[in-house]
């Protein structure tokens, strides 16, 4: 099956800074999601991005699925961005997500 | 417009009961998804199901899960007889259309004491 990794597997930053989290995958993929999983538990969507870029306030996402990596941006972080930040691609059937490990973010003001 | 929905967020009870976790899809989603979250192993999926009939229920742990989708807007996962073991969080999410992107519930945090 499709192997994903995630890196880091943690990253620590001051407020403000700028940061870069990437996903390896095996495979071709149909889909490509981001989450955010937040200190209460909750799994946030971020970006589906199969392939292309996509930004969202502070947030973008870059998949160049040829290469078989998707790139997550955050830039001038703050503390409520800290969390777990998963990757996630559709499997070659085409249904059940395989999620990388994450990577685990803490922002300190 | 409402999410996914799941009941309840917590869940504590002894060995040996049955637990029951519910899921109400996004209105118009035709997949279901059920995922369990753990330490060990991460996030993976249980079963799934397309327009109310379930297609792959492969990573299903055991006989003792079972999983249900009497129609488009209800959906149960049950465990009987529990065991500490399936302590977990257990995650509902539903899709438009296979491809398009998941949407995932709030999550049930099971502990079996």
């Known amino acids: 099956g499709i192997q994903v990794e995630q890196s880091p597997p943690d990253l620590i930053l001051q407020e403000g800074a700028n940061s870069t989290l990437r996903c390896n995958f095996s495979?071709?993929?149909?889909?490509l999601q981001w989450f955010h999983q937040n200190p209460w538990g909750q799994l946030i969507n971020l970006f589906y991005?199969?392939?292309g870029t996509k930004q969202n306030g502070r947030l973008s996402a870059t998949t160049v699925a040829t290469e078989r990596y998707s790139l997550l941006y955050i830039s001038s972080s703050q503390t409520t961005d800290s969390g777990v930040y998963f990757c996630a691609v559709l499997n070659q059937a085409g249904t059940a997500l395989i999620f990388g490990k994450g990577t685990t973010l803490s922002v300190s003001s | 417009d409402a999410g996914v929905i799941q009941s309840p967020r917590h869940e504590v009870t002894e060995m040996g009961q049955e637990v029951t976790l519910r899921c109400k899809p996004i209105?118009?989603?035709?997949?279901l998804f059920w995922y369990r979250q753990t330490m060990m192993r991460g996030l993976e999926l249980l079963i799934y199901f397309n327009n109310n009939v379930p297609i792959d229920d492969s990573g299903m742990p055991e006989d003792r899960f079972s999983a249900k989708m009497p129609n488009a807007s209800f959906s149960t996962l049950k465990i009987q007889p529990s065991e500490p073991r399936d302590s977990a969080v257990y995650f509902c999410a539903s899709s438009l259309r296979d491809t398009q992107p998941q949407h995932f519930g709030d999550g049930t945090r099971l502990s079996i004491l």
């Open positions: 495979d071709s993929v149909n889909n």
């Open positions: 209105s118009g989603h035709d997949y």
């Open positions: 991005i199969p392939s």
